[in-house]
């Protein structure tokens, strides 16, 4: 839509018409205007899957792997086919807006929200959120890059202060959000926090460099909750507050107009990226498919993007495991089972059947060996919710729950059965008063059960009419993702006898501004430690291999908060050494979004990261296990031995204030540079079913400020399978005068080869990545001299070197 074409419609509106359009008519929808013909829009929360509008067991929806998974397949291809299938997923639910990718960075590893992020370095970050941008905007959907900037931790979110200084917010935390803008991102989101000093939502990085320097013409949308003035937030380049109907803007708004405290120029600017992106809605939607989420394309796609990215950190010749050699398998942990396939908060889906490590296996190895699973001590962490495997609707008798929401008097204004404990978003009729959750649990263990309740207000929560949980829980935080996605619980313990069912009602009052999410979990006895572990080291022994999975749990990765530790705990510890210590041909699977202490990575057989891996997360393992695919990830975050290790990792404000005084220097950049200690595993680690050598790497010897040139590196497949290798080139500025990093991530490529065959893999340098920002100039400039290129296969494995002189600017 041309310039002339906006103003046209422009001239139709209303001031009040104009401020209007300005806030969001719903949480999820904006407004529609007849007057100039314009739709509402509707947005949805989707970097791993598309929710839509409600957040419902009964609406599933396709659960792609977890970010920092994607980033880890080190595949643009890849990502960017699998951000079409989101759009395919958001075009079936009626979504025009998918909120992804999060361009955070992996600052620290104690991150609560890593798994959601890609990456610690800002160009493989840059490069993983361009190509599901490509993917989801070619499918006629807008994606939205989020959070602008410098939104690194969980803690005091909502207002910590980034204290982050010029170059560093240019060249890297800036940088990813660049190449966004480059992608042709519709939207971008301002984020809750302040950096230096101001809000994101009125903070002048929104006008400069985002929407005058980079030329971004899209709508700058504020996270959900984020804005909470009206002036100063509508003089910066913020256009469009969710959600809606209230806000700080509308009459408000109006008013600051009329009184010239806000420029009529500024609304007008706002309206005019509004219209642009319905219209580029309603261009780029003519002809869009609605996708099959069912299909066995869809299925395949998300199989091969799980184990894509799967990471062999280590491997003492026990895998690929050869099927026809197994008799039994013997497959242990809790997470085996109960496989985490995705990360907590606001980016949760209700996902399409999972398919858990255990399903998997057992699939795979049918007819050909006997899988046994032993779950060995529980990992700590609050119950879960109740679902239809433990209790039964006790109005129909149906596997599931009873849900009612009744008035002040108890009366019923809506019943309905549901499958899950887990209740967001239940419906509020009018006279809404209580929730009210009802279930004949059916335990099949007799012991001291733990039985929960989660929300805030009052709330109660009775076993066959006794009261085990009465209380007042108010609300203590303003963070929308704990009040309406994760609220704090409450634990009972109850004495239950197997085959004995029980009735359990839990009730919330729906007290204001307490939202509206309800949770009621149940979880059986814990099996005492020593038990666990000598059923567990028993499988093992009488298994020919055998498969442990270990992991984090939705308590402790999770939006809205930071990890404390990296340690999964002294049962999963525990668990990992005995079992490898009773058989040595174990695989030791690590389900986790970001990284963890593994203190006995060097006692087992085979060492593999799943990530969070999306709904066909059994099937990948399998894959991978079993040789059929080789394990294709490669690290995108540096893993420490332990967290006491690791050079940044402060993520808790002081005063208020979060310094980011590293710099330069996060991730693989600040181990190099301190050098004292190495990690557990670096940044682009990854092994294959093959081998490789490097034998050449070539390329120009001088290049101009500024200017894209090649390296070519030419490996050879050393062993007998055919294998991919993805590799890397880090730029290093020995004697330079300006402060660079010491090793910073300049381009990698793929290539593929048969057994004892050579590739060669052409590595795009963009000229940018030799450039710094300079404060006094006020733009980027080069620093002649010699720069040195490392070639290999990680940050801390390199195999060649090339020199390369880089001339000043004229």
Known sequence: MTDEELDRLLDKLTPAAKVRLLTGATTWRTHAEPAVQLPESVLSDGPAGVRGQSWDERSTSVLLPSASALAATWDEELVESLGGLLAAEARRKGVDVVLAPNLNLHRSPLGGRHFECFSEDPELT???GAALIRGIQAGGVAAAAKHYVANDAETDRLTVDVRVAERVLREVYLAPFEAAVAAGVRLVMAGYNQVNGVTMSANGLLADPLKN????????VSDWGAVRTTTDTAKAGLDLVMPGPEGPWGEALSRAVEDGLVPQAAIDDKVRRLLRLAAWLQQRTVGASAGRPRSAGTRRLVRRAAASAMVLLANRQVLPLDPAGLRTVAVVGAHAARTRTQGGGSAGVFPHAEVSFLDGIRAALRGRARVVHVPGPAPRCPAPPLDAELCTDPLTGKPGL???VL???GRSLHSEHRRSGRQLEPPLPPGAHTVELSAR???????????????FGRMRLSVDETAVLDGEFPRTTDDPAVVHVNPPGVQARVELTAGRGVLVVATRQLAPDTGRATVLSAAPPDQDLDTALAEAVAAARAADAVVVAVGTTEHTECEGSDRCSLALGVEQDALVRAVAAANPRLVAVVNSGGPVEMPWRDEVGALLLSWFPGQEAGGALADVLFGRTEPGGRLPTTWPVRLADAPVSRTRPVAGRLDYAEGLHIGYRAWVRRGRRAPAYWFGHGLGYTTWSYEEVTGPTAVRAGEDFVVTVRVRNTGSREG?????????RPGAAVEHPELRLVGHAAVRAAGGQEAEAE???PGRLLMHWSVADGGWRAEPGRCRFLVGRSAGDHRLALDVRLAGEE
Not at 724 to 732: G, S, T, W
């Open 724 to 732: 991919r290798e993805v590799v890397q080139v880090y730029l290093a």
């Open 407 to 409: 008035d002040a008097a």
């Open 441 to 455: 649990l059916r335990p099949r263990i007799s012991g001291t059960w733990t039985l929960g309740l989660a929300g």
């Open 763 to 765: 590595v795009q340098v």
């Open 213 to 220: 320097e980079w030329g971004f013409d899209g709508v700058v």
């Open 126 to 128: 840059g490069r993983m």
């Open 402 to 404: 009873r849900l009612r």
